[in-house]
């Protein structure tokens, strides 16, 4: 027999292979293919020692928490609410929104100009993820139902709280890019993400009022999907690319 | 235990929202683990156990008695999670790609980096540990996670991903080198 190779080893280490007694007799006596496999245990065994983070005996409580209120009525409320409001604010925002991002395109020589599309199209996409994210979450405490009590907003402070990280690079990146308009929507949506992450976990109604008065005063949420959606087309369009990465 | 999921998952098809919240109490905790260990962090982690029993409860009916129930949670839960670290990957793939004026200006903006002090040796082989994981593509990760981790046969990961027996086996393989190649240094010092 000769050597064994790594793939047999590591089928013989998970206990999938198929000539595990021929292997064996192979391993008691070849020093060289006992030395392999004892390296390979090694670096599995190791990897067992990546923690995980303890959840306790009442985490399946929490989880159902969570996600009760979004089994039952969640296809009603979801999205319902500010179509009421955004139409009329549409054709202002978007030709406003157009503008700020047509004026800044540079006129200088051809190579600068492929430079600059393809930054901003990579902060574009990126950006363009970050958005999607950060609607839902605008959109979830924006379209909560009328209440008489607490509401739990656990979840949406989380990702809110997750969402200010990202928000502050792209924000920072926009503005050194001269993409005023992007920078500006961020700008209000991290004031909106800083005030829900900073929310207690339950919000009385006035609380959850005073949120939705925040998002829907400037707009946000309209803004926001706006802009995604933009983020989303540059995405698709056809652009310049040096070392495509595709999945 | 078998009995009462079957009879739970019976009710909760029906409708029975309380035999669906007992279900959730029962798995959530397997299913965080799969998904921490398939995304490495735990806001992703609480996301996938959160929407692996949304998309469960959709497609309830969908369910077929031939498989146990916790693996049919798995396969949800491990479906979403490579949706979510491929998002992921594309995401940061996107930031670190791209001309070196726009590195420099990513690059100008602090990020929180890992303070020099906290090299114990312990954190040290855990956090190359986790470093290594995260070098894997998403499918490499999914199918070596299913297998390491959770102990699914290579058969059971390609039907349960759709990627096939084949596929799945040189995901693992090419995992495993990736993680000898990263971590064989640090443990060869351990010894
Ligand atoms: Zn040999």
């Known amino acids: 027999m000769n050597h064994i190779s790594e793939e047999q080893l590591v089928l013989l280490y998970y206990g999938e292979s198929t000539e595990a007694a021929a292997i064996d007799q192979h391993l008691v006596e070849c020093e060289t293919c006992r030395k392999e496999f004892r390296a390979l245990q090694l670096v599995l065994n190791t990897v067992d020692s990546a923690p995980v983070p303890e959840r306790g005996a009442d985490y399946g409580k929490a989880v159902w928490q969570r996600i009760e209120k979004r089994i039952g009525g969640r296809k009603q409320r979801r999205f319902a609410q500010w179509w009421i409001w955004a139409p009329a604010m549409a054709a202002l925002l978007v030709s406003a929104f157009l503008a700020g991002r047509l004026t800044h395109k540079p006129v200088g020589p051809e190579v600068a100009k492929n430079q600059q599309q393809i930054r901003e199209r990579i902060l574009m996409v990126a950006v363009g993820d970050h958005l999607e994210r950060s609607q839902m979450v605008l959109a979830e405490l924006s379209n909560a139902p009328d209440h008489k009590g607490k509401l739990d907003i656990t979840d949406e402070r989380q990702m809110a709280s997750e969402l200010l990280d990202d928000n502050r690079l792209y924000r920072q990146t926009a503005r050194s890019t001269g993409d005023t308009a992007v920078a500006n929507v961020l700008d209000d949506l991290e004031r909106v993400l800083l005030e829900i992450a900073h929310s207690p976990t339950e919000v009385s109604s006035s609380q959850l009022d005073d949120l939705r008065q925040q998002i829907e005063s400037r707009g946000l949420l309209f803004k926001v999907r706006v802009m995604g959606s933009q983020a989303r087309e540059q995405e698709v369009a056809p652009a310049p690319q040096k070392n495509g990465k595709k999945l | ?191």
Do not use: C
């Open chain 2, 1 to 191: 235990m078998e009995v009462e999921a079957g009879s739970a998952v019976e009710r909760a098809r029906a409708g029975d929202s309380d035999a669906f919240r007992l279900l959730v109490e029962q798995h959530s905790r397997a299913i965080f683990r799969l998904a921490f260990r398939m995304t490495g962090n735990e806001q992703d982690a609480e996301d996938v156990v959160q929407e692996t029993f949304l998309r469960a409860y959709k497609q309830l009916d969908r369910y077929e008695a031939r498989s146990s129930f916790s693996t049919w949670l798995f396969r949800i839960a491990s479906n979403y999670s490579l949706d979510l670290i491929r998002m992921r990957k594309r995401h940061e793939d996107k930031r670190e790609r791209g001309s070196d004026e726009e590195r420099d200006i990513l690059q100008s903006i602090p990020l929180d980096t890992p303070g020099p002090e906290r090299m114990a040796y312990g954190t040290e082989v855990r956090d190359r540990v986790n470093e290594a994981l995260n070098e894997l593509s998403p499918q490499e990760r999914t199918a070596f996670v299913l297998r390491h981790f959770e102990g699914l046969s290579i058969e059971e990961i390609g039907a349960s991903l759709g990627t096939g027996t084949n596929a799945t086996k040189h995901s693992i393989f090419r995992a495993v080198q990736k993680l000898r190649k990263n971590l064989e240094p640090v443990v060869g010092h351990a010894r």
